[in-house]
């Protein structure tokens, strides 16, 4: 039985294809398009799981959509009747847009689809799932637990912001929902819109902002209090009630009250070109650790209804790492799996697996010991000839390699001497994270490192920190980590043994000297609280990657490298070995390691662009 799944209209459109319960494929339409967080219609990515799965649209059983657009329509109908005569304008300008489009929802799928072939509507049939459902299905149906607590946490679905359910067998049955407007996904984002990042791509830039707060400052501990008692009141179970005097998202076109929200903390909301001060990252500690009382409240009432000792979780905010790791260290449950693409991009996959084990009732066996995601290395890859082609459309010079035991031993001597490298292997990456089919990688030792791939690689914000990739077998000489983390998605303190001591009066110095203080042996990685986020690398699931930092650590006696995705800020993640050149080209990069061809850039033809590709990718 084949399935297709696809998530699109809202951001992080995607396509997922199974098979018997297997994926296939799984594949973001922003990789195509260059549009970061691409919302439209995933014509590019439901044709390369097709590509891939070797199957037409008329070979399958059913087509799913990640969520129920009449119950969202639902929600906003009833939203805005409930606040009238507030938010006119933003009624005025939605409507028009539900009216066209999604409530003709099966049309536009339909005619999606008509660009890719004809489709045999008698046949194949059309799905819609809830999208909290499509969430929870992606995380437990992608694990080998039999039985589990499952949590869902995003901004908002069709009227659920959160779920706590339970999946036993092929059956998902949920317990608790937290409905719209209280919300701690929408919570957290207009904290990040507030501090001045973007919504809905720029929270993990107030996750990582929040270690350079305060935590003795009498601001954070006022924010924090304001947070718990004006803004929100947080119950024992985890559920979150929101105050809507001070936030405009359910009927206006912003996401908090500036004028309330000034009257309240102090400050102006940032403008996104200023400079970060201490009050704003004292903001983005108190609602992260804010953030983290809530989800460990809400996974002790997991534990409590369903008596589970596995939990899974997906949604938006699961891909707070830092709250995943303190999650873990209270020992609630024996085991957690995070869904790598717990964002939308990842209901495509959860809607097409809650339709094979829940609508067509399919018994599900389970063969392997670990997850079914396969790394998350769901993409498409490029054969060495396409490879090759691709490098002499662009006149590149190039050096083959007969082995890869080779090619990596070389790579690793190009990240000893300091280079940066563009690592392009094997199949690309489904979720936010690079895994090492599409990474950036250099040195973890170096102290110059975090500088140089924030201002001359990826061209953004010098906070930003970087994570370690690791050997599976040598975490805990590193870290403080005794379980595997492969996607990317758990922040562990780094071992004491490798740590430097702090200055005394290190808590007033200001975010720039902070930031470039060396405060262990692998600088380039150590957050300023001391921390990573860590992505453990195993033989039998990448085995070049594996092979890399195996040939690195015979080299130098590290185990450990940074890794971060292949791109420059606002723009999406390398796709195609055109997309991977281009990148080597328009920065720093020393290196690319692409197949079995390495180049060095200072043997490349000189670059020229008919266009200033930072007016293209807008910091995001």
């Not at 083959?400 to 690592?423: D, F, M, P, R, S």
Request: proline share 4%.
């Amino acid at each position: 039985m084949k399935i297709l799944g696809i998530s699109a209209f809202y951001h992080d459109a995607a396509a997922a294809i199974i098979e018997d319960g297997k994926i296939i494929a799984a594949l973001q339409e922003e990789r195509f398009t260059r549009k970061k967080h691409d919302p439209s219609f995933p014509v590019n990515a439901i044709r390369g799981c097709l590509q891939i799965a070797q199957c037409s649209l008329n070979d399958l059983d059913a087509i799913v959509f990640y969520d129920k657009p009449f119950l969202k329509f639902e929600r906003l109908l009833e939203t805005y009747y409930a606040y009238a005569p507030k938010g006119l304008v933003s009624f005025l300008m939605s409507m028009p847009v539900w009216i066209k489009e999604k409530l003709f929802l099966k049309k536009i799928i339909y005619d999606g689809l008509k660009e890719i072939e004809q489709l045999d509507k008698k046949k194949v049939q059309l799905l819609f799932p809830e999208h909290h459902l499509s969430h929870a299905a992606s995380a437990f149906f992608a694990t080998n637990y039999k039985e589990a607590a499952i949590i869902t946490i995003d901004g908002v679905g069709e009227w659920a912001t959160a779920s706590i359910g339970k999946g036993k067998d092929n059956t998902i049955t949920v317990l608790k929902e937290l409905d719209f407007p209280h919300s701690l996904g929408l919570l957290y984002s207009a904290f990040t819109y507030y501090c001045g990042f973007k919504v809905n791509s720029g929270e993990y830039k107030l996750m990582g902002l929040a270690p350079y707060g305060n935590a003795n400052s009498s601001f954070y501990k006022s924010c924090v209090e304001k947070i718990k008692t004006v803004l929100t009141d947080i119950k024992e179970d985890g559920s979150v009630f929101l105050n809507q005097r001070y936030f405009n998202y359910a009927a206006g076109l912003r996401m908090a009250n500036d004028a309330a929200w000034k009257e309240l903390f102090g400050i102006e909301r940032r403008n996104n070109e200023a400079s970060l001060s201490q009050p704003y990252c004292d903001m983005a500690l108190a609602i992260q650790h804010v953030t983290e009382e809530i989800v460990i409240k809400m996974a002790g009432t997991a534990k409590k209804e369903t008596g589970c000792d596995y939990l899974c979780m997906a949604g938006g905010v699961a891909l707070n790492c830092v709250a995943n790791g303190k999650l873990q260290e209270t020992g609630l449950f024996k085991e957690i799996f995070i869904q790598p693409a717990a964002g939308d991009a990842g209901g495509a996959l959860g809607a097409a697996l809650a339709a094979y084990y829940i609508h067509f009732n399919n018994e599900r066996i389970i063969e392997k010991e670990d997850d079914i995601m396969q790394g998350s290395y769901l993409g498409d890859a490029f054969s060495n000839e396409s490879i090759e082609a691709t490098l002499q459309q662009y006149h590149a010079v190039f050096k083959e390699y007969a082995t890869k035991e080779n090619l990596c031993e070389q790579t690793a001597h190009l990240l000893n001497e300091a280079k940066v490298i563009g690592w392009f292997q094997g199949r690309m990456e489904f979720g936010p994270r690079a895994l090492g089919g599409r990474s950036i990688l250099a040195d973890a030792r170096n102290p110059a490192m975090q500088k140089k791939l924030n201002l001359k690689i990826k061209y953004r914000e010098g906070f930003r920190p970087f994570a370690p990739v690791v050997l599976a077998e040598e975490v805990a000489t590193y870290f403080n980590l005794k379980t595997p983390s492969p996607y990317m998605l758990l922040v562990k303190p780094v071992a004491s043994s490798l740590l430097n001591t702090l200055p005394d009066n290190y808590a007033d110095w200001p975010l720039p000297e902070k930031l470039y203080f060396q405060r262990s042996q692998l600088p380039a990685i150590t957050h300023i609280d001391y921390s990573a986020r860590i992505q453990t690398v195993h033989a039998a699931t990448n085995t070049i990657f594996w092979q890399l930092l195996h040939s690195f650590k015979q080299l130098t006696g590290c185990a450990i490298l940074v890794n971060t995705s292949f791109n420059v800020r606002g723009e999406p993640i390398v796709h195609t070995p055109e997309d991977a050149y281009r990148c080597f080209m328009r920065t720093e990069m020393d290196a690319l390691v692409i197949g079995n061809f390495i180049l060095l850039k200072e043997q490349q033809p000189v670059w020229k662009e008919s266009k200033e590709w930072k007016e293209e990718f807008v910091l995001d």
